[in-house]
């Protein structure tokens, strides 16, 4: 079965009418400067001609959604994970049979869709014959290519991955001093038979081992934004799928 799937524009809008029906949440994400936002919403209505979801909530400050912002949506059906992005078009109150008006978001209706595999976001510990390097520095991926030239690196060998994330194990004392949430761009080396994953992705969690080792966590954001980003997750969605024959992975997720 195929990792990654386009889906056709009638499959497209099956699988928005039943996210509809079934009231599905909906993760939409978006930038603001260096900033990666993942709020929370659901899908109110469907057309071929356009998508329409309830204005999103978050944990903390939600940032104003605006006409032409790009973004973001993901959500989970069945046995997969449902990926597009879009530019708003509009937003407004929606009037709904039997219900109050709410506010809204309009994005147009996708014409590309893709469909991952939910093993895809099950964690894998990377096998013991395989070496994988992770690279990272502060700033996010701009941060490599901007004027004030390379930024400070960071390398750790990665113990465990998914499409939601990676964790890296950092001997000595060089482990980054990050706060939670902080924002790092990664490069990751699968080895010679991969292409090399390029993200970004958000600072997690640390932990230390009884031997001073020190292991942090990873989740990736915005690989839903670009067609670079969804071929990012689709190398990823590949390692992973490969390092699960080597093993039963943790059904938990890295980040």
Same mark, same amino acid.
């Given at each position: ?95 709904? %049979? /039997?219900?109050?008006? @709410? #506010?809204?978001? +309009?994005?147009? =209706? &996708? ?51 998914? %499409? /939601?994330?990676?964790? @890296? #194990?950092?001997? +000595?004392?060089? =482990? &980054? ?57 689709? #190398? ?20």
């Amino acid at each position: 079965m195929t990792i990654v799937q386009q889906l056709s524009v009638r499959q497209i809008h099956e699988c928005l009418d039943e996210a509809v029906r079934r009231e599905v949440p909906v993760c939409l994400t978006c930038r603001t400067g260096t900033q990666w936002h993942n709020l929370h919403t659901r899908i109110l209505h469907s057309t071929p001609e356009a998508v329409w979801l309830e204005y999103p909530a978050a944990d903390g400050p939600v940032p104003e959604i605006t006409q032409g912002i790009e973004v973001g949506l993901s959500f989970k059906l069945k046995h997969h994970k449902h990926i597009f992005n879009a530019t708003v078009q509009a937003v407004e109150e929606l009037g709904l %049979a /039997g219900a109050a008006a @709410v #506010r809204a978001i +309009g994005v147009a =209706a &996708p014409q590309r869709l893709q469909r991952v595999q939910r093993r895809a976001y099950h964690r894998v510990d990377v096998p013991r014959n395989r070496s994988v390097l992770a690279t990272f520095w502060s700033g996010g991926l701009p941060a490599a290519t901007g004027e004030g030239g390379a930024p400070l690196n960071w390398e750790g060998w990665v113990t465990n991955i998914s %499409a /939601g994330g990676f964790q @890296v #194990r950092i001997g +000595g004392r060089n =482990a &980054p001093d990050f706060e939670v949430g902080d924002l790092v761009g990664v490069r990751i080396d699968l080895g010679q038979e991969y292409k090399e994953v390029l993200a970004d992705a958000r600072f997690r969690q640390q932990h230390m081992d009884e031997r001073g080792v020190t292991y942090q966590g990873f989740q990736f954001v915005g690989l839903n934004e670009t067609s670079q980003g969804r071929e990012m997750l689709r #190398r990823i969605a590949v390692i992973v799928c490969e390092f699960q024959r080597f093993q039963s992975p943790s059904r938990n997720s890295v980040a």
